[in-house]
């Protein structure tokens, strides 16, 4: 459907409900269990995320069990606007069933017009299924409807029982049902579409008459039908979206459902994925066309990666930028950009606030935390970068450390354009090498080197001739140096 569409949809949704009050007993977790995250989001993100196309007025969650971290939740999601338009919560304090549920959000909201309830805990439901759904609903000019779709095992599921002729009549529960009724393959999701009047006269006419005893939800079907609405089902076909978690083994299964729709989307759009069974991207992650994707990596939160980067293999990258042409491979990035062209690689650790400009290079077994490394600049090899700012073209020795840290608190070091930097130098901050200056091997510079200058900071080297001879006589290394000529004074 185009935005278009959309738009000329006649009516919209005032008022979408999320059931999330469950306590997801099955799943043996103490986070509640619309708290639980697949692909970056949590299920109840995800629902809410559906329904971000429907252009309703208010979202109501009616929440229970944890309800305090959920409420945080929703509250997290609203601040950081992963979330658009009016979000509330209600508190229902007894489970007393999904009827009772929806009773208390309308009740709390006096909402009007029409309305579309949603369980929280089915996170592949889809925008589009959504829209069509609810311009199905439209078209048929109903005052209820249920989606529902055809599944190989119906077990568990509330089924649609309908007449003869194929209308509708009402739904079943598992354990209210008699073995035929059981034998229907077609479900209830637990998505509808209802118009408020229809809804509240429903509700106050609810009865807990049921195996259960419990207020049903599913029970509306045939009361709005009894009070001279028109009732109706639309059949979706991807049983897929409609797939639960209750437990641990389903939140697996869904993630990797989750895992695999979002490879696709990507490879469709000309990503190039070698393995995708072993690449994990979360949903907030963007990925541009001619992008590399190698084996056993990862990439979390919101991060960009742009076109023609190679990423892996083995490499974690979390809420960070890459730039086109850059290369990250067995590494780790966090929190951190990787310009144009640049290179990350093998076995680094890229942590909050690093920076590294085009052309640049972090080599191996390099750990770096807020840090900007100018333009060309290169820290090829064992070395720790902590609160730095390095100049364009500038080179790092191998296993030079940034001592940041004087034990209680962290301080900043500053090295200009062009400067080399010897080996094995400890840059004991804060501390500046300004432009084209060098460090010699091995020093440990504690005060700042002007632009040019050489900082040496290392004791003179004196050699005791003949000490092997001395002090290990007879020994491997004693027989080398003697088979050497060295002298023995
Ligand atoms: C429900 C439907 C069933 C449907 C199935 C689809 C009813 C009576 N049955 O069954 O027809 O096939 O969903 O998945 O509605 N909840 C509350 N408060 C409550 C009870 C439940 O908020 O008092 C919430 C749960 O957290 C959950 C949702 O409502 O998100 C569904 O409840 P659940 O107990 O899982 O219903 P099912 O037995 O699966
Ligand atoms: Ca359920």
Redesign the pocket.
Known sequence: MSDLEINSLNSQISTVIV????D?KRMKSSLP??LHEIAGRTLLHHVLEATSDLNVENRVV?V?AGREKVEDHLNQLKDKNLVSGKISSVF?EQ???????VSIAMDAGNFSGNIMIL????PLITKQTLLDFYQDFLDNELDLSVLTVEISDPY???RIIRDGKGELLG?R?ELDASEREKSINE????IYCVGSVFLSQALSELRPQNAQG?Y???DIISLVKSLGGTIGAYCSHDEDE?L?V?DQEQLSLVREIFHERKNQDLMADGVTIIDPTTTWIDSDSEIESGVEIWPGSFIHGKSLIKSGAIIGPRAVIKNSLIESGAKVRESEVNDSEVGENANVGPYSYLRAGTKLAANGKIGAYVETKNAQIGEGSKVPHLTYVGDAQIGKGTNIGAATIFVNYDGEEKHQTVVGDQVRIGSDTMLVAPVTVADGAYTAAGSVITEDVPAGAIGVARARQRNVLGWVFRKRAGSESAKAAKAAGGPES
């Open positions: 059931l999330a009050a469950g997801g269990k619309v009616v229970g229902q489970r007393k069933g999904t009827g009772n549920a369980a929280g805990d089915t568990g599921y509330g739904i529960e479900i209830n999701t637990g419990e049903y939800l599913t409609f639960g209750n």
